[in-house]
Structures are given as structure tokens and as C-alpha cells.
């Protein structure tokens, strides 16, 4: 219950965030937030992912699964460093959005395998 209110939570967030950032830009006069609302968004979609899959997280944690943790969190640098050298060279800014929502997605599939390959606890005492 805590993780969709925590989901929930930062999807309005991102939401409130991506619509009201480009609108005080454009009261301000900075025509460039509404030039690079796109890339916003995309940033926000990526945080949302990332946010979305710690609630796994605390599952691998709560069960020890240290490695699935760290070498996840590793892999998704390394897929954000790698997403990001090839597509901003060829989409500027916006291949920085492209290379978090891979990224998220990326780490969001790898905790959902994970968690899936956990057992039920062994209740020998």
C-alpha cells in the first residue's frame, strides 16, 4: 500500500512538475523552458520509472539480496553513461531524456527478474 502511495505520490509530482516548470518559464519570459519542455519530460518520465521500481528494491534489500542491488545500480550507471555517448551526440539534449528512460526501464526490468527469482523463506526451525 505504501509503495502505490509512494508511486502515486511521485508520478503527481512529476506531473505537477513538468506542467507548471514550462509555464513560469514562459511568464518569465524564458522562451527556453518551453523550447526544452521535451527534454523535461523525459527526464521526469525517467525519474517516475526509477522511482516506480524501488519498491522492489526494498524487497531485494529486505531479503539480503545485496548483489542484485549493487550490480544493478552499476549496470544502470553503465546504461545511462553508455545510453547518454550515443544518443546526445545525435539527439542533443533530448538523448539525455532517451538515455534515462532507458536506463529506468533497464533497472525496473532487472529488479523485476530479481524478485521474481526469489524463493519463499525457508520456515525450518
Same mark, same amino acid.
Given at each position: 500500500?505504501m509503495t502505490l502511495q509512494a508511486i502515486t505520490a511521485a508520478g503527481l509530482l512529476c506531473v505537477l512538475i513538468?506542467? =507548471?516548470?514550462?509555464?513560469?518559464?514562459?511568464?518569465?519570459?524564458?522562451?527556453?523552458? %518551453?523550447?526544452?519542455?521535451?527534454?523535461?519530460?523525459?527526464? =521526469?518520465?525517467?525519474?517516475?520509472?526509477?522511482?516506480?521500481?524501488?519498491?522492489?528494491?526494498? %524487497?531485494?534489500?529486505?531479503?539480503?539480496?545485496?548483489?542484485?542491488?549493487?550490480?544493478?545500480?552499476?549496470?544502470? %550507471? =553503465?546504461?545511462?553513461?553508455?545510453?547518454?555517448?550515443?544518443?546526445?551526440?545525435?539527439?542533443?539534449?533530448?538523448?539525455?531524456?532517451?538515455?534515462?528512460?532507458?536506463?529506468?526501464?533497464?533497472?525496473?526490468?532487472?529488479?523485476?527478474?530479481?524478485?521474481?527469482?526469489?524463493r519463499p523463506p525457508n520456515n525450518q526451525l
Amino acid at each position: 500500500k505504501m509503495t502505490l502511495q509512494a508511486i502515486t505520490a511521485a508520478g503527481l509530482l512529476c506531473v505537477l512538475i513538468g506542467l =507548471l516548470v514550462p509555464w513560469l518559464g514562459g511568464q518569465l519570459g524564458k522562451a527556453e523552458f %518551453m523550447t526544452n519542455a521535451p527534454v523535461l519530460w523525459l527526464l =521526469l518520465l525517467g525519474v517516475f520509472l526509477r522511482s516506480a521500481s524501488e519498491g522492489l528494491y526494498y %524487497m531485494l534489500y529486505a531479503r539480503d539480496q545485496d548483489r542484485p542491488i549493487w550490480v544493478g545500480n552499476i549496470l544502470y %550507471m =553503465l546504461v545511462t553513461i553508455g545510453a547518454g555517448l550515443i544518443l546526445i551526440p545525435w539527439h542533443g539534449l533530448v538523448g539525455a531524456g532517451y538515455a534515462s528512460v532507458i536506463a529506468s526501464v533497464f533497472i525496473g526490468l532487472w529488479r523485476i527478474y530479481y524478485v521474481n527469482q526469489l524463493r519463499p523463506p525457508n520456515n525450518q526451525l
